[in-house]
Structure formats: C-alpha cells, structure tokens
C-alpha cells in the first residue's frame, strides 16, 4: 500500500482504478538501437492509429455529426500521407526513435500548412497535429488515461481547460493531481462535478499505475494506492457515512432558501458548459449565477460561429425553464489562453489584455456573442455579466454596443426578450467605485478569487503563497461589505459568484451584508440551503 | 507523356477529402501523376496528399495534369473523368 497526501478541494471518498493522464508534448531527441524494430514499432502505431480513428469516426459521425467527422477521415487520410510517413521513416533509419520522428516531421508539416495563405489549408496544421499526438501517445505508451473503459479516477501532473473538455465526465470518480491549487481549473471542475479531488499531492506520476487501485479520502486529503484490506474496510465506511450525510441534506431540496427571520436569499449556481445542467438540476439550484462562456471557445482550433454559441445558450436557458441565468461574457486571457485568438504572451496575464478588455478592443468577437446571447434571450429569463470592470467608461461603452446590437436584431427581426445588465466586481478599482457604477447597471456580482486576488496581490496560480493567502482577510471583508450597501442604495440587488459564496462559515456575514444571492458549485446548493434556513440572522 | 488541363467547379475547390480521394484513386496507376496550376506557378505529386492539399486549389483554377509512364494511355482518360466527375 502506497499511502500519501495533498490539498482536497472536494469532500467526499472515491474507490477505483487510476487512469494515468499524461502530456504527449515532453517527446525528447532519443536515439534508438535497432532501425529495423523501430519501423516495426512505427508501423504497429499507425495500425492502432487508424484503428482508433475509425472507431473515432463512427462515435464522432452519430453524436456530433458529419462535418466533425470528415476532419477525423481527413486524420486519418494523413496516416497513408506519403511524405509524411516517408520523412518519419528516414527519420527513424537515421538513427531517431519512432515518436521524436513523428514529433520533427509532424511540427515540420504542420508549420508548412500553417504558412500556407489559405484559411481553410491553415487550419489543417491542428489536425496534423493532432494526428501526430496520437501517433506519440501510442507510441509512448501515454494515452491510457484519454479513454476510459470503466469509470476510474484520473492522475495528473495538472489539467488544462482543453484537456478537461475531452474528458469523458461520467466516466470520472475522481482527480489527483500533483500540481493546481484550489482555484485551479481542476479544482473547480473538481466542485462542480461534485467529485472528491486531491490537488498539490505527491504522488509519483508513472504509467505502471494505470489499472492499479486507488482511494481518495477527500475529507482527510489522503489517498491509498493497492490499499491493504483494513484500509479498504475503514474507507468504505466513511464512504458510506459521507453518502448518509448528502442523504440527509435531501430534506432540504425543494424548499425555500428563507432564515427563521425570513430573509431570502437567492441560491445560484455557477457552471462551465451546457453539460452541467444536470448537475444544476441535481443540486436543486433556484438558478444559474454564473455561466462561464470560456468552455465554448476552448478544444477547438477556430472562434465558434453565432449559431454554436446560440445553441449553447438557449439549451441553457430552457433547460433552466424560466429561471434566472446569468450569462457572463467571455473571460479568456490570463490563465485561460487560446491558440487561434493570437494572443501575445505576457509579463504579467492576471493584469494583461484579458476578458473584457478584449471583448472591447476585438468588437467582432463581443458583437457575436451579444448576439448570440440575445437571442436565447427569448427563451427564457437572461441576465449578462461583463468581467473585469474597473471604470464607468467601460460600462457605458459596453451599454452602447448592446443597444446597437439590439437594434440590429430588432431590424432583422429577430425575437428577444428585456435582458438584465450587470457587472462583475473583482476589481479594487470596481469595488471602490460601486456607488457610481451602480447607477448605471442592474446588478453586482462580486467574483471574489479575481477580487482576493487583486486586494492581496497574491497569485492564484502560486502555490508557494497560500501560506499568506487569507481568503477572510478584512480588506476583502470590508470590500465586500461596501458593495452590496452600494448596491442596495441604488437600488440594485447584489450576489456573490466566487468561491467564497460557498464558504459556510461565511453564510451569516453574507446574508447581515444583505447579498441577494449567493452563486456556487450546484453540488453545494443543498449545504448552503441547511445553513440559510437554520441561520439566526 | 499525357497531359489535360481542367477547370476546377468544385465551389471548396479541392480540399481536403477530394485531395484525398484523388490519391487513393491513383494509388493504383504506375505512372507518375503530377497536378500543377500554371497561373500559380505551383506542382505537385498528386499521389502525395499533403503536397496536393498545399496547392491549395481553388473553384476557378486550371490545373494541368501529366501523366508519365507505361500505362500512361490506359489511365490518362480514366484521371481525366475522375476529374470531371469529383471536382
């Protein structure tokens, strides 16, 4: 039994086997020994490649549809491709091993393709990319951990947004990862989902673990690898235990989020993709406080046309059936970087060209989105959030582009429905100037990691700070405090977005301050509800 | 030696899956078949997929394919029609 610790960013206990998620990118120059059976190894991959293609196609042509599926065809059209088999094959009787081969050659077609002056050309550098990750996963033996048989719990040095879009989520019980923090990417997702999770463990990533079981105690923050038979015993009872506990939280579904004072409190939930509505039905959330719109920009190699995001939105908002959801515009930048957006890199992401500031500066790009949200506004309740406020010239800009693209539709006839305008405040500079911005919006929702962030000047990406990282810190409590007043006296309503929102020791304060709504992971809807309506406040 | 000029219809012109298409369907002749776009000053191998799809070949754009080899008189009508019938 390997036992060992890390930072749970999810209670509960998971049992099954590990999946070893591991990057293809690290391929390094390796000299093999014998030409002949590197050939052979290179050939046996490009079998097992096609093979895994077709199934890709046949999966791919019933669930998405025929356009996706002719880029899978095309993929595998390259693996017969003779210049690029041929100039891995040299590469191999020169001496190379097979998947530094297929990295040099791969880089060289795709940069070839990617020079070329033509939109359509240009975007086949990815899938000789992609084809040739797929070549050095199998090649490396590093791709058991991308498809999985039987659900299991997935081990990581860290994911990034796009790998997690890849993911199949119901086939995940848990995640270990030996890098993030409690903000990383994995860890929200981690929430949402509702599955116990280990960050920052020091776990000893190797493929030899595959297959091997493992026990994550998210309440301990330990997990057991081929766990001994007392071990097992002791964790499936508290397994067991933490299962009665949510059991018990049931009696709260369904009911109103009221304190024995009878101060109401909105309980919202935030989520990152149309897929998590079940989750949201599931947690009994009286409405959607966030919707990050980043999933539906990220795992793809172009900007999503105004019918996607369109699609994406109005499953939400109906499936939502009349409730409140808030749509908040496109975050992207800092920690979340696309490939096609062209971004340059940045000393400093966290205070770069990010979020709002790109929407404002890239219209084309804001312009489709407003679109698309607008009209998902007719089908249900709609509200937009902007992120990344500091100043009221950006919110009266930002008010004059949504009423010409409301004019716009309404000229073409389009159908949408009165939209609430609001800001997130996660900015010193928004919350200490939200008795002026106020005037101008019809709601504050404070994002307090970007807020704690920048009160703090504390990376949240950096895990050699968390020893000074005070999420209670009084300047955060202060601020937080002067936003809902603020709010209040303009007579707007106020919620909390970030992390914080479902702090439990928190609650009461929360609900003193007079926020209107509270906005968090959908599995952490029915804790907060027993803590509301069994609050003296 | 054989050669013919067609003009491609195809309104994608010959994208990834046509490109595709032409080189299994001349992976079967035994004599070298070469696509240019004279206008363009642009060749390729067309039983080689990346370098035809590099070309790049658009609705509109001539293209004239040569045919060098022993069974040059057999195959060049068959590419010929091939041509009219998939681009």
């Known amino acids: 039994m390997i036992k060992g610790n890390g930072r749970p960013v999810y209670q509960g206990v998971a049992i099954g086997r590990i999946y070893v998620h591991t990057k293809a990118r690290d391929v ?63 590469m191999i009787r020169q001496g190379s091993d097979a998947a530094f081969s297929v990295h040099e050659i791969g880089d060289a077609q795709a940069s070839a393709f990617a020079a070329l002056d033509d939109e359509y050309m240009k975007a086949r550098a990815t899938d000789i990319r992609d084809i040739s990750d797929r070549l050095v996963r199998i090649l490396t033996g590093a791709d058991q951990g991308f498809r999985m048989d039987e659900p299991g719990i997935i081990v990581a040095e860290d994911l990034t947004p796009s790998e997690t879009v890849a993911l199949d989520k119901d086939k995940i019980l848990a995640f270990v990862t030996r890098q993030g923090s409690s903000n990383s990417h994995t860890a929200i997702l981690a929430r949402v989902m509702n599955i116990p999770s280990l960050v920052l463990t020091d776990i000893d990533i190797d493929p030899s673990l595959n297959g091997r079981i493992i026990i994550v105690d998210g309440f301990a923050g330990n997990y057991y690898i081929d766990p001994d038979d007392a071990t097992m015993k002791a964790m499936q009872d508290k397994k067991r235990s933490a299962g009665e506990y949510k059991a018990s939280l049931e009696s709260y579904r369904g009911r109103e989020s009221v304190t024995r004072k009878g101060q109401k409190v909105s309980l919202f939930a935030n989520i990152g993709s149309p897929d998590d509505i079940r989750y949201v039905i599931d947690g009994d959330a009286e409405g959607i406080g966030l919707l990050r719109s980043e999933f539906l920009y990220l795992g793809r190699d172009d900007f999503p046309t105004e019918d996607e995001l369109f699609e994406a939105y109005r499953k939400v908002v109906e499936a939502m059936e009349g409730r409140k959801v808030v ?33 404002l500066t890239q219209k084309d790009i804001f312009r489709t989105q407003l679109r698309a949200i607008y009209r998902a506004s007719a089908y249900g309740r709609v509200a937009i959030m902007f992120p990344m406020i500091i100043s009221l010239k950006e919110v009266e800009d930002i008010k004059t582009f949504c009423t010409e693209v409301v004019g716009e539709l309404e000229a073409e006839g389009v159908r949408t429905s009165p939209v609430e305008l609001g800001i997130m405040i996660e900015t010193p500079a928004a919350a200490l100037t939200s008795d002026i911005l106020a005037q101008h919006v019809d709601f504050f929702s404070v994002g307090t990691n970007d807020l704690t962030q920048y009160t703090l000047a504390i990376d949240r990406q950096n895990e050699k700070l968390d020893g000074f990282y005070d999420a209670h810190h009084p300047a955060l409590m202060r601020f937080l405090a002067m936003i809902a007043e603020n709010a209040h006296k303009a007579g707007i ?31 952490r809807i029915l804790e907060l509800r027993k803590n509301v309506i069994e609050s003296e406040v | 030696m054989k050669t013919f000029e067609y003009t491609v219809k195809d309104e994608l012109g010959i994208h990834a899956r046509p490109a595709g298409i032409l080189v299994k369907r001349l992976s079967s002749v035994k004599s070298s078949v070469t696509i240019a776009v004279k206008a363009k000053d642009k060749s390729a191998d067309a039983k080689r997929l990346m370098a035809v799809m590099k070309m790049a070949v658009k609705q509109g754009d001539t293209v004239t394919v040569t045919i060098d080899g022993e069974d040059e008189d057999a195959v060049a009508p068959e590419i010929e029609q091939f041509f009219k019938d998939n681009f």
């Open chain 1, 28 to 90: 390094v120059n390796r000299k093999c020994t014998d030409i002949v059976k590197e050939l052979e190894r290179f050939e046996g991959a490009r079998e097992s490649a096609r093979k895994e293609l077709e199934a890709l196609y046949d999966k791919t042509l019933n669930e998405i549809g025929e356009e996706q599926a002719g880029i899978i065809e095309v993929q595998s059209l390259f693996l017969d491709d003779l210049d690029y088999i041929e100039g891995i094959q040299d």
């Open chain 1, 327 to 359: 749509i908040r515009t496109l975050d992207i930048g800092a920690d979340k970087k696309v490939d096609y957006f062209r971004l340059e890199p940045e000393e400093n992401p966290a205070l770069g060209y990010r979020g709002i500031r790109i929407c």
């Open chain 1, 493 to 523: 309503w106020a919620g909390i977005c970030g992390e914080l929102a479902g702090d439990l020791s928190l609650t009461d304060e929360f609900l003193k301050m007079g926020y209107d709504e509270l906005s968090v992971a959908p599995s």
